[in-house]
DNA sequence: TGTGTTGGTGTATTTGCTACACTAACCAAT
DNA sequence: ATTGGTTAGTGTAGCAAATACACCAACACA
């Protein structure tokens, strides 16, 4: 037996990772974080946060894992999002990477390099450097999921503190969805769907009126509407 | 190095597989293909068609040359489903699966048992054997799945042959998402996809009035309605 | 007191979904 | 030739959901 490779088999394994596209809304923009790198190969690109899986955790332990390591963070609403497998996706050895996708309210976190990281730090969507392996790929993926989500689901709410005002609500949608949305029917639709109360207080901010501020009635992870 | 376990790692690797949950209408029911296991675990039982990734394929050639191997069938829709990972799914070591679905027309396909299958059948989902592994799980998330997709994307062309009645068109929707559809709203619906064209024949089976067949105007794979 | 800024509200129109029943064309049997 | 049985094929009215659209309210600051 190899010194150095003590875990043999028949066949051939390949490595199996997970990848974590972790979105936050910050200064008005959809933004992800990305790690930099402190090894070979790709060093000092920026990619995912990620990881290897250990032999005693299913993939979304390992992506919530990985997560707590470099960011800090645990709990949040975690999605798998799609298993890439290229046979040449990374040049060390064969990688299957199980990817999932993750949001977070931006200013609870604050992401801290961790061992396999030097630096983490959040990019707007539409200003990515360029990045490691097929990661490029799978940000996009993840792009395309997060909005398709945002109407059949209550994601949206993950990107918010406990209490909100509608006018933040919306402007999560239109930032995800890229577009304006009309504030009248928007404010109709999500009252519509009884899933909010207001909270009785109001947020004061800035020289204009103070906005109501509301809650997740059932703040029970996430749902699918209708 | 161990002379019957040449493939050396310094770290652990789980092995890697494909699944296959393949549907079909038969007999006026949705039904999927099984495959009766000739080795070790669950013998004898009933189990999805798949097998281990090689180390030149991705996970989707994979799935289809299983597909191939056990069915003799190639060049399916085929939709990745979810990735298991269980670290107890599999008693032999640890196994990865990446689950996929497909669909086809049954009278196509002759199941023919392969090496790893001293047998493949068809079987109503309503109706399934006990099966192997966590293959139960894999079959229900997939007819979510599938019914799910039926009102989004042009899959259940799939399950029929080039040409074909609206009212077998009705007939799948009805058997996958198991209630009975209004005649009238359906074929206007439909038709107001813009997605069919009239063959000019007739299908004159049963004594009864022929019905004009149609045919998929842009036989392009799978498309996202709306 | 005036100005600038964001919060908050209703109605009319359009569009899409649902419910619903009869005639047409063919075959088979008499 | 007529009748009965079977599936094919068609339109409209009612309802619900989504859209378009403009003004006053409340506050801070100068």
């Keep these: 037996m190899p010194v150095n490779q003590p875990y043999c ?11 974590i596209v972790l979105f936050t809304i910050r200064e008005e ?9 402190t090894n070979p190969p790709f060093r000092q690109m920026w990619a995912l946060p990620g990881g290897f899986l250990n032999m005693d955790e299913n993939l979304e332990q390992c992506a919530n894992r990985e997560l ?5 963070i645990d709990g949040l609403y975690l999605e798998q999002l799609y298993t890439f497998s290229a046979p040449d996706r990374d040049p060390r050895e064969r990688v299957i990477s199980a990817t999932y996708f993750a949001l977070t309210q931006s200013d609870t976190l604050h992401p801290k390099a961790g061992s396999d990281a030097q630096e983490a730090a959040w ?32 994601i949206a709410f993950q990107l918010l503190p406990e209490t909100f005002t509608l006018s933040q609500l919306q402007a999560v949608y239109e930032t995800i969805l890229d577009e304006k949305l009309d504030k009248r029917n928007f404010r109709k639709g999500v009252l519509a769907r009884n899933i909010l109360m207001e909270t009785g207080d109001y947020s004061r901010t800035g020289n204009h009126r103070p906005a109501k501020t509301y809650r997740v009635i059932n703040p029970t992870r996430v749902e699918i509407i209708k």
Tied chains: 1, 2.
């Design 68 to 72: 707590l390591e470099e960011t800090g």
């Design 123 to 154: 990019f707007p969507i539409s200003g990515l450097p360029d990045l490691a392996f097929d990661h490029a790929e799978i940000v996009e993926l993840a792009r395309q999921r997060l909005a398709a989500k945002l109407n059949y689901s209550t």
């Design 9 to 19: 088999y028949t066949h051939p394994h390949p490595a199996v990772t997970t990848d």
């Design 29 to 37: 923009s959809l933004q992800v974080l990305l790690i930099q790198r």
